[in-house]
């Protein structure tokens, strides 16, 4: 295969820290290259090289750029800290029978420990026990459940934490929180047999979802197909691998055109490939996102906290949830105090004389559309930028307040983004000067699901770099990043963006940014233990509660 890299724009391509290896790397390919090859091939644009290796290292037909040592065995670490219990081989032809059923399995309320009633602070566990369609009990685990403690009433709920004792049984755990009645839900987001499709197609299709640039030079333009993960043949690609960050993306070179006559980068489409009867895995009402119900009981009287007993806080309950709802507000256990900015002129205050900087996919553009919805003085300034991808900046010139969405670089699944405005968040923060005025908001999580889950992490160590570099040299930016959320499945946002992927995603997010000082806003679990339907864009009541969180980070002494 033959490779051509199209050099976007003049970057140091040597990061201080790690210049000297990235020489070495070079000049080693470049070795091998002279060795090896037929033909070393120069075009006339000094930019265009146009090489029959690639320095880069390739998984099937996925691409990644090589690792240092202590990032490989971050890696390492984190992908045994992610990994799923073994699920079972799909039998052909596939039967459900003997797969899991939501209906046919039950969860039972266990006694409190010691006896008595229930008080506030106690813990809450359930037992949950799988069947399969035919009504005999599972021997395995691998299911995909989810958790959680509500009081519609109340305006309460938390999220549970579930453990799979591998043998077809489960527990979830609950910190009960309130006063009054608590009802347990628990749900079957996909059976174990939906999860080996899951990490097949993974392992298989990474480029199910695929993306197109449009190549132009004067009146010829021609379209071709682009990617993380490109199926090898004889069609030479352009490298647009990002000279910094290391980032690989590629796309088959045109018939007619150089690589650096890409205008645009899009989402092409979705390729479908189950095998025979897969998709009876993915039933809504069936088996995907289906309550199991009680046996017996299904919710509990909580009395208040016992004298003497400790206030209820996260680090007390080990693993257990970031926070609650009550009366309808997010309330964190430990930490930053969550406040109420239920008006533009509290909003207004808190963001006086700071500017903001929102980088991430559409969950994050809802952020910035928030604040322009909610500040009548912040005034959009019309960059004539794409409804989906912007870049957007909004200001508010009475109260300096400055405000900007980019969306991240690829792989990113909006429609017609010019390449001149697909930036990589890395870059962006190293561009930033940073200090107590700023805040840098990050989410990227949605547009990685398809791809193997070392590309993921490979982007995220990235980031990280960058904001260490950021807080090293302006140790007062605020810097808040929001994880994944769950959403509504269909057949088509499950095999591309399915709960189980984001949870996976989720908790890599946590684990690459874990000690480091920044912020989460735990989108997680601020969306399970709504009562609200699950939408990878939540509805209004989430925002405005996640908007707090950010707020309340940004202005723990809230002002207004």
Known sequence: MMITACKRREVNICPPKYGAIFLFLVVVALIFTLQNMDVLEHEVNSTVITLTVDPYMHHGFCTFQPLFTEDTREENLILDSIDWPETPSLPAPLSLEHTSDPAHSSFTILPRKGGGQWHVGDQLKVMIKMYDFKGHPKKSGGDFLVARLHNAKLGAGVTGQVVDHLNGCYSAVFTLLWEGSAEVEVTLVHPSEAITVLQRLTSEQPDRIYFTSLFRSGSVSESTTCNICLHPNQQPLCNYTDLYTGEPWFCYKPKKLKCDTRITHSKGGFNKKLNDKEEKLFQS?????????????SSVTVLSKKTGQPAVN??????GPSGYYSQGAWRTLGGTTVHQFNTSSAISQCLKDKTVHLYGDSTIRQWFEYLNAALPDLKEFNLH????????MALDYANNIMVTYRCHGPPIRFISVPVSQLRYIANELDGLSGGTNTVVVLGIWSHFSTFPIKVYIRRLQSIRRAVVRLLDRAPGTVVIIRTANLKALTLYETLTNSDWYSLQRDKVLRAVFKGLNVRLVDAWEMTLAHHLPHNLHPQPPIIKNMMDVVLSYICPQKRG
């Open 285 to 297: 009402n069936v088996n995907m996102k289906v309550p199991i119900w009680a046996s017996g009981n």
């Open 385 to 392: 930028s794409l409804k989906q991808a912007g870049p957007f």
């Open 314 to 319: 996260n680090n007390i309950v080990k693993s």
